[in-house]
């Protein structure tokens, strides 16, 4: 290391604000593009970068002299640069989880209405007793024997206009188109 670099870091390790603001000013490039290359984004570089500026403050203290100072520099920058992956792949794996668990909802119930909206039409095409029926048991879920009472007609009715409508769904059901 060069005697100037190794004066700024010591006065920088005691206090030096000056110092520090040098020493930060000579080596945010090399973090910088360092925490780039591993992460390929600008924003995470920046991110990384930012870390590791402000935590050098601390960790500045924990350079002894054993190995170059861009050794243990890089050391520093390249552990910032795996703890942020490894923080943000925990959570863009989440992300991504939840946005493809939205996609799949969606689809899901864009499925779901177009089921329903084409049982709706099947049974605006049944006749009008079978229509109220079904209107009745299957969209307000009124058992028969409450379907019966509000159409005036028994239990057993609704049970057999009901094996009709499934019976005519059944046969549409071959024509169902999306």
Known sequence: MMNNEQTIIERAKN???????????EHYNMI?????????QAQDA?????EVCVGMAVKLQSFNGNSSFSTWLY?????????????????RTLESSYIELEKNE??????SDKKVAW?????????????????LVLSEELSHAEAGKILGCAESTISWRMHEIRKHLKNEIGNYHD
């Open 32 to 40: 910088y593009r360092v925490a780039y290359r591993f992460t390929g």
């Open 46 to 50: 920046q991110d990384i970068a930012q």
């Open 106 to 111: 969606q689809s899901d119930k864009n499925d």
């Open 75 to 91: 050391r520093v920058v390249v552990n910032s640069c795996r703890d942020f992956i490894k923080k943000n792949s925990n959570h």
């Open 15 to 25: 206090g030096d604000a000056a110092a520090f603001r040098q020493w930060l000013e």
């Open 119 to 135: 049982l709706y039409r099947m049974i605006a095409t049944l006749e009008q007793s079978l229509k109220e029926t079904a209107l």
